[in-house]
């Protein structure tokens, strides 16, 4: 049996993968390129190393990686396809633990370099945007302990003070009496939390590129033969899914794969790329990092939520200067499916969220 051995890398720029392989890495990049020689420049190493690696590997393994026929482009033989697709699997679902790891050996680092840092503990609904925030903070003295749940999760992590940010998201706009409304509102209390602009975002079907089925909406993946694959009980995502199925009047019974779950967009995405579904439902960003197509279905807000004691606190002030930066917002937009949206503004909690509105009962968290 082969066995697995973890290492990691101390640098000021270690990649975006949370973990690195270098015979998948190099299995990826032949596979995306076509030949052994493109897959060398993209991985800017020698012709010769990489020929060598590979054969090295097909001994090791006893398997070939490679196929090669005279006048073809080089191809991944079933065995190589199968071993990349499913560590890249592996990888995607176990995204969440991954990043928990690496948020406690960069928590540890940071404070071990500098114990004037910032530290800012985090639970949030996986999202690309933070991680890519939590990269920016770094460069200013700020980290973020970041810990990917369901948004559900999230906002009582940060009730039961394990938490000082809790992120979550909801729909636009938001709805009376809708799913949202029932999950959120009992958890959020207006003058004991404030909220803070995040993003904008578009979720929707996640699918193989080129739409191989025409897939437009949620009504098509109850089509026979449609394989889907769901986010877990407990994100903002399955919320958010539930609660579109239940204004179309269809049954989560109806959908083939609805029960079948994954812990994080970029698991759904995954799970499409290999082959394993059809379509899954969750963030444009996911699915262009894997080459696959996107149709959108729906408008989001992602907020953060904090209580309102912890405005003044040093971390959160940096943080707040931080999402409102020219530069910060610049890199959110560059992101597929992502725009600046009050970015870094302490929100009025009954105002974006008009759930206490709704009825004339008329209540503000302005005290």
């Given at each position: 049996m082969r066995r697995i051995r973890l290492n990691y890398v101390l640098g000021a720029d270690t990649g975006s993968a949370p973990l690195h392989n270098p015979l998948l890495d190099l299995l990826q990049a032949v596979r995306e390129q076509g030949s052994i020689s493109a897959a060398a420049r993209v991985l800017e190493l020698s012709y010769r190393h990489v020929w060598g690696e590979l054969k090295r590997w097909e001994l090791e393994l006893g398997q070939p990686l490679i196929l090669?026929?005279?006048?073809?482009?080089?191809?991944?033989?079933?065995?190589?396809?199968?071993?990349?697709?499913?560590?890249?699997?592996?990888?995607?679902?176990?995204?969440?633990?991954?990043?928990?790891?690496?948020?406690?050996?960069e928590r540890a680092f940071a404070i071990a370099f500098d114990d004037s840092v910032h530290v800012l503990a985090f639970h949030a609904s996986h999202d690309e945007a933070l991680a890519a925030l939590g990269e920016q903070a770094r460069t200013r003295g700020?980290?973020?302990?970041?810990?990917?749940?369901?948004?559900?999760?999230a906002i009582r992590a940060l009730n039961e003070g394990r938490c000082t940010m809790a992120g979550f998201h909801v729909r636009l706009p938001a709805a009376p009496a809708s799913l949202s409304q029932r999950t959120y509102k009992p958890l959020l209390r207006p003058g004991l939390h404030k909220l803070i602009g995040f993003a904008r975002r578009s979720q929707g079907l996640i699918v193989a590129r080129g739409n191989p089925r025409g897939l437009q909406g949620l009504a098509d993946l109850a089509r026979p033969g449609v394989r889907f694959v769901n986010r877990a009980r407990g994100t903002g995502t399955r919320v958010l899914f539930d609660e579109l199925l239940g204004e179309l009047g269809l049954a989560p019974a109806a959908i083939a794969g609805y029960a079948t779950d994954?812990?994080?967009?970029?698991?759904?995405?995954?799970?499409?790329?290999s082959g394993?579904?059809?379509?899954?439902?969750?963030?444009?960003?996911?699915?262009?990092?894997?080459?696959?197509?996107?149709?959108?279905?729906?408008?989001?807000a992602y907020f953060l939520a904090c209580l309102k004691s912890t405005l003044e606190h040093d971390a959160t002030r940096a943080l707040l200067a931080l999402l409102r930066t020219a530069a910060w917002?610049?890199?959110?937009?560059?992101?597929?499916?992502?725009?600046?949206?009050?970015?870094?503004?302490?929100?009025?909690?009954?105002?974006?969220?008009?759930?206490?509105?709704?009825?004339?009962?008329?209540?503000d968290d302005r005290q």
């Open positions: 090669w026929e005279k006048g073809q482009a080089a191809r991944l033989s079933e065995f190589g396809t199968k071993l990349l697709l499913a560590e890249r699997q592996v990888q995607a679902r176990l995204l969440p633990q991954i990043e928990a790891l690496r948020a406690d050996l700020l980290h973020l302990d970041i810990r990917f749940t369901g948004s559900v999760d994954e812990p994080s967009h970029a698991a759904v995405a995954q799970a499409v790329a394993q579904a059809d379509a899954g439902f969750g963030i444009e960003a996911s699915a262009r990092s894997r080459g696959l197509d996107f149709v959108p279905l729906v408008e989001e917002q610049e890199r959110l937009a560059a992101l597929p499916g992502y725009a600046p949206m009050q970015s870094g503004e302490v929100l009025s909690m009954s105002r974006v969220l008009p759930w206490w509105r709704f009825g004339g009962r008329g209540r």
